[in-house]
């Protein structure tokens, strides 16, 4: 199977933006140690500091899946329903 793209879009409840950085940035580190990860990027919008997205490249869909099984994504869906507004997250596939 080949490379999976994912981008994540996340939206801060209001008053939630600092709390919400602090908890995706502890995602990166772990993250980016797994096993397939290519890369994990975590950006913040420079106009709108409440939408955060994340970057990912994974060398399969089944390691990405993987990922969403690990310690680290339980414990942050764990608290992200008191932080997130909005969530949404596209899976895709490199065409050029």
């Not at 680290?72 to 997250?89: G, K, M, P």
Request: proline share 2%.
């Amino acid at each position: 199977m080949s490379k999976l793209t994912v981008v994540a879009h996340s939206y801060a409840k209001p008053g939630k933006v600092e709390v919400l950085r602090e908890e995706l940035l502890k995602l990166v580190k772990a993250t980016r140690s797994e096993l397939g990860c290519m890369n994990y990027d975590l950006h913040q919008d420079d106009q709108d500091p409440a939408h955060f997205m994340f970057y990912e490249n994974w060398e399969t869909r089944e390691h990405w899946l993987q990922h969403n099984e690990t310690a680290h994504i339980a414990a942050y869906r764990a608290i992200s329903s008191d932080l997130v507004a909005e969530f949404t997250l596209h899976e895709m596939s490199d065409i050029s």
